[in-house]
Protein backbone atom coordinates (compact mmCIF):
# COMPACT_ATOMS: atom_id res chain seq x y z
CA UNK A 1 0.00 0.00 0.00
CA UNK A 2 2.90 2.09 0.84
CA UNK A 3 4.42 2.06 -3.05
CA UNK A 4 0.94 2.12 -4.61
CA UNK A 5 0.30 5.80 -2.40
CA UNK A 6 4.12 6.87 -3.86
CA UNK A 7 3.25 5.67 -7.12
CA UNK A 8 0.07 7.48 -7.03
CA UNK A 9 1.50 10.52 -5.28
CA UNK A 10 4.65 10.19 -8.61
CA UNK A 11 2.18 10.35 -11.31
CA UNK A 12 -1.04 12.02 -9.98
CA UNK A 13 -4.53 10.87 -10.59
CA UNK A 14 -5.51 12.95 -13.52
CA UNK A 15 -5.01 11.69 -17.41
CA UNK A 16 -3.14 15.15 -17.57
CA UNK A 17 0.05 14.65 -14.97
CA UNK A 18 2.99 15.60 -16.76
CA UNK A 19 5.96 13.50 -15.57
CA UNK A 20 8.23 15.78 -13.29
CA UNK A 21 6.05 18.69 -14.07
CA UNK A 22 4.66 19.78 -10.41
CA UNK A 23 2.01 22.52 -9.80
CA UNK A 24 4.01 24.92 -9.55
CA UNK A 25 5.48 24.95 -12.83
CA UNK A 26 2.55 24.13 -14.32
CA UNK A 27 1.64 27.28 -12.49
CA UNK A 28 4.37 29.74 -14.05
CA UNK A 29 4.21 28.41 -17.57
CA UNK A 30 0.29 29.61 -17.40
CA UNK A 31 1.54 32.72 -15.96
CA UNK A 32 4.15 33.26 -19.02
CA UNK A 33 1.25 32.21 -21.58
CA UNK A 34 -1.28 34.61 -20.58
CA UNK A 35 1.17 37.31 -18.96
CA UNK A 36 4.38 37.17 -21.29
CA UNK A 37 5.42 40.98 -20.79
CA UNK A 38 4.80 40.82 -17.13
CA UNK A 39 6.35 37.75 -16.16
CA UNK A 40 9.74 38.79 -18.40
CA UNK A 41 9.42 41.82 -17.22
CA UNK A 42 9.83 40.18 -13.45
CA UNK A 43 12.24 37.63 -14.59
CA UNK A 44 14.90 39.96 -16.37
CA UNK A 45 15.06 42.34 -14.16
CA UNK A 46 15.69 39.94 -11.21
CA UNK A 47 18.03 38.21 -13.20
CA UNK A 48 20.50 41.01 -14.81
CA UNK A 49 19.97 42.73 -11.24
CA UNK A 50 21.41 39.59 -9.83
CA UNK A 51 23.86 38.71 -11.97
CA UNK A 52 25.17 42.33 -10.93
CA UNK A 53 25.65 42.06 -7.61
CA UNK A 54 27.29 38.16 -8.89
CA UNK A 55 29.27 39.99 -10.87
CA UNK A 56 30.62 42.45 -8.13
CA UNK A 57 31.25 39.64 -5.66
CA UNK A 58 33.00 37.65 -8.21
CA UNK A 59 35.60 40.64 -8.96
CA UNK A 60 36.28 41.19 -5.19
CA UNK A 61 37.52 38.00 -4.17
CA UNK A 62 39.56 37.79 -7.43
CA UNK A 63 41.51 41.05 -6.63
CA UNK A 64 41.40 39.69 -2.71
CA UNK A 65 42.63 36.97 -3.83
CA UNK A 66 45.46 38.60 -6.56
CA UNK A 67 46.44 40.96 -3.41
CA UNK A 68 47.36 38.12 -0.79
CA UNK A 69 49.08 36.51 -3.31
CA UNK A 70 51.08 39.41 -4.41
CA UNK A 71 51.70 40.47 -0.91
CA UNK A 72 55.35 39.23 0.01
CA UNK A 73 56.04 39.51 3.70
CA UNK A 74 59.24 40.92 5.22
CA UNK A 75 60.63 39.43 8.42
CA UNK A 76 59.37 36.73 10.53
CA UNK A 77 57.08 39.83 12.74
CA UNK A 78 54.71 40.55 9.93
CA UNK A 79 51.09 40.43 11.59
CA UNK A 80 47.64 40.17 10.01
CA UNK A 81 46.88 43.69 11.17
CA UNK A 82 49.90 44.92 8.69
CA UNK A 83 47.31 43.98 6.06
CA UNK A 84 43.69 45.68 6.19
CA UNK A 85 40.89 43.93 5.82
CA UNK A 86 39.33 44.51 2.30
CA UNK A 87 35.20 44.70 2.76
CA UNK A 88 33.00 44.29 0.13
CA UNK A 89 30.84 47.26 -0.50
CA UNK A 90 28.13 46.93 -3.53
CA UNK A 91 27.32 49.09 -5.85
CA UNK A 92 24.38 49.42 -6.03
CA UNK A 93 23.79 52.44 -8.54
CA UNK A 94 25.38 49.69 -10.80
CA UNK A 95 23.01 47.24 -9.54
CA UNK A 96 19.93 49.46 -9.95
CA UNK A 97 21.14 50.44 -13.83
CA UNK A 98 21.15 46.71 -14.88
CA UNK A 99 18.32 46.00 -13.26
CA UNK A 100 16.33 48.77 -15.04
CA UNK A 101 17.99 47.94 -18.06
CA UNK A 102 16.51 44.51 -18.10
CA UNK A 103 12.97 45.51 -17.20
CA UNK A 104 12.93 48.73 -19.22
CA UNK A 105 14.51 47.38 -22.46
CA UNK A 106 15.15 43.81 -22.50
CA UNK A 107 11.53 42.06 -21.40
CA UNK A 108 9.62 44.21 -23.32
CA UNK A 109 12.08 44.43 -26.57
CA UNK A 110 12.48 40.44 -26.49
CA UNK A 111 9.34 39.29 -25.87
CA UNK A 112 7.90 41.30 -29.00
CA UNK A 113 11.13 40.22 -31.24
CA UNK A 114 10.97 36.99 -30.12
CA UNK A 115 7.07 36.74 -30.91
CA UNK A 116 7.45 38.17 -33.93
CA UNK A 117 10.29 35.78 -35.16
CA UNK A 118 8.30 32.97 -33.76
CA UNK A 119 5.23 34.12 -36.37
CA UNK A 120 7.33 34.66 -39.47
CA UNK A 121 9.61 31.46 -39.03
CA UNK A 122 7.28 28.65 -38.13
CA UNK A 123 8.81 25.10 -38.16
CA UNK A 124 8.36 23.52 -41.90
CA UNK A 125 6.87 20.30 -41.96
CA UNK A 126 8.64 19.21 -45.32
CA UNK A 127 11.61 20.96 -44.88
CA UNK A 128 11.97 19.53 -40.53
CA UNK A 129 12.62 22.00 -38.00
CA UNK A 130 16.39 22.50 -38.59
CA UNK A 131 16.10 24.66 -41.35
CA UNK A 132 13.39 27.14 -39.15
CA UNK A 133 15.40 26.73 -36.34
CA UNK A 134 19.01 28.19 -38.15
CA UNK A 135 17.41 30.82 -39.74
CA UNK A 136 15.99 32.12 -36.36
CA UNK A 137 19.25 31.79 -34.99
CA UNK A 138 21.03 33.44 -37.61
CA UNK A 139 18.56 36.41 -37.53
CA UNK A 140 18.63 36.33 -34.28
CA UNK A 141 22.22 36.42 -33.73
CA UNK A 142 24.03 38.51 -36.71
CA UNK A 143 20.63 41.03 -37.03
CA UNK A 144 19.37 41.43 -33.68
CA UNK A 145 22.43 41.20 -31.64
CA UNK A 146 24.95 44.08 -32.53
CA UNK A 147 22.26 46.75 -32.87
CA UNK A 148 21.41 45.68 -29.06
CA UNK A 149 25.13 45.03 -28.30
CA UNK A 150 25.48 48.56 -29.17
CA UNK A 151 22.52 50.23 -27.90
CA UNK A 152 23.92 48.29 -23.92
CA UNK A 153 27.10 49.88 -24.25
CA UNK A 154 26.05 53.09 -25.19
CA UNK A 155 23.21 53.51 -22.80
CA UNK A 156 25.88 51.94 -19.98
CA UNK A 157 28.36 54.65 -21.07
CA UNK A 158 26.22 57.51 -21.01
CA UNK A 159 25.03 56.89 -17.79
CA UNK A 160 28.52 57.04 -16.32
CA UNK A 161 29.99 59.79 -17.83
CA UNK A 162 27.03 61.61 -20.38
CA UNK A 163 30.14 62.52 -23.03
CA UNK A 164 30.09 61.37 -26.22
CA UNK A 165 34.08 60.88 -26.65
CA UNK A 166 33.05 58.02 -23.37
CA UNK A 167 30.03 56.73 -25.36
CA UNK A 168 32.25 55.90 -28.85
CA UNK A 169 35.11 54.21 -26.48
CA UNK A 170 32.86 51.79 -25.18
CA UNK A 171 31.21 51.12 -28.24
CA UNK A 172 34.67 50.91 -30.21
CA UNK A 173 36.93 48.54 -27.39
CA UNK A 174 34.55 46.72 -25.76
CA UNK A 175 31.50 45.55 -28.38
CA UNK A 176 33.93 43.93 -31.15
CA UNK A 177 34.92 41.51 -28.36
CA UNK A 178 31.69 41.15 -26.51
CA UNK A 179 29.78 40.59 -29.90
CA UNK A 180 32.50 37.33 -30.68
CA UNK A 181 31.75 35.90 -27.02
CA UNK A 182 28.06 36.67 -27.89
CA UNK A 183 28.30 34.30 -31.20
CA UNK A 184 30.39 31.92 -29.46
CA UNK A 185 28.69 31.14 -26.12
CA UNK A 186 24.53 31.95 -27.68
CA UNK A 187 24.73 29.72 -30.79
CA UNK A 188 25.74 26.59 -29.33
CA UNK A 189 23.29 27.34 -26.54
CA UNK A 190 20.57 28.16 -28.92
CA UNK A 191 21.43 24.93 -30.86
CA UNK A 192 21.21 22.78 -27.65
CA UNK A 193 18.11 24.72 -26.69
CA UNK A 194 15.63 23.65 -29.73
CA UNK A 195 17.45 20.44 -30.75
CA UNK A 196 18.06 18.73 -26.95
CA UNK A 197 15.98 20.46 -24.22
CA UNK A 198 12.42 19.24 -23.65
CA UNK A 199 10.29 21.99 -23.69
CA UNK A 200 8.94 21.60 -19.90
CA UNK A 201 12.99 23.06 -19.05
CA UNK A 202 13.62 25.78 -21.93
CA UNK A 203 12.63 28.09 -19.45
CA UNK A 204 14.47 27.26 -16.71
CA UNK A 205 17.55 26.49 -18.80
CA UNK A 206 17.17 29.68 -21.00
CA UNK A 207 17.22 31.51 -17.29
CA UNK A 208 20.61 29.92 -16.08
CA UNK A 209 22.13 30.87 -19.34
CA UNK A 210 21.15 34.41 -19.41
CA UNK A 211 22.75 34.54 -15.83
CA UNK A 212 25.59 33.56 -16.65
CA UNK A 213 25.72 35.34 -19.99
CA UNK A 214 24.41 38.70 -18.15
CA UNK A 215 27.74 37.80 -15.54
CA UNK A 216 30.09 38.17 -19.29
CA UNK A 217 28.19 41.33 -19.88
CA UNK A 218 28.60 43.16 -16.11
CA UNK A 219 32.15 42.21 -16.69
CA UNK A 220 32.47 43.91 -20.01
CA UNK A 221 30.62 47.06 -18.58
CA UNK A 222 32.61 47.69 -15.38
CA UNK A 223 36.06 46.59 -17.37
CA UNK A 224 38.26 49.97 -17.74
CA UNK A 225 40.34 50.51 -21.11
CA UNK A 226 43.66 52.36 -21.34
CA UNK A 227 41.63 55.21 -22.78
CA UNK A 228 39.94 55.27 -19.56
Same mark, same amino acid.
Do not use: W
Given at each position: ?? !?? %?? *? %? @? !??? @??? %???? +? *????? %??VRKLFDRYPTSMNIFCYGTLYGTADLSQQTIQH?? =? =????????????NNMKNSDHPKQVLKYDLRSMKLMTLWGTVVIAPLFTQWYHWLENRFPPCSIAGPTKSILK =?? #? !???? #? +???????? +? +?SIMAAAEVATWANVKNEITTKLPKVYVADCLFWIPIQAINFWKVPPTWRVLYIGLMTFVWTNVLCFARSYKTNKE
Open positions: MA !IE %RL *V %R @R !ILG @RGR %RRHF +F *VTPSV %RTHY =K =KSVSSTNSVPVG =KT #L !IDQF #L +FTPPLLCL +F +F
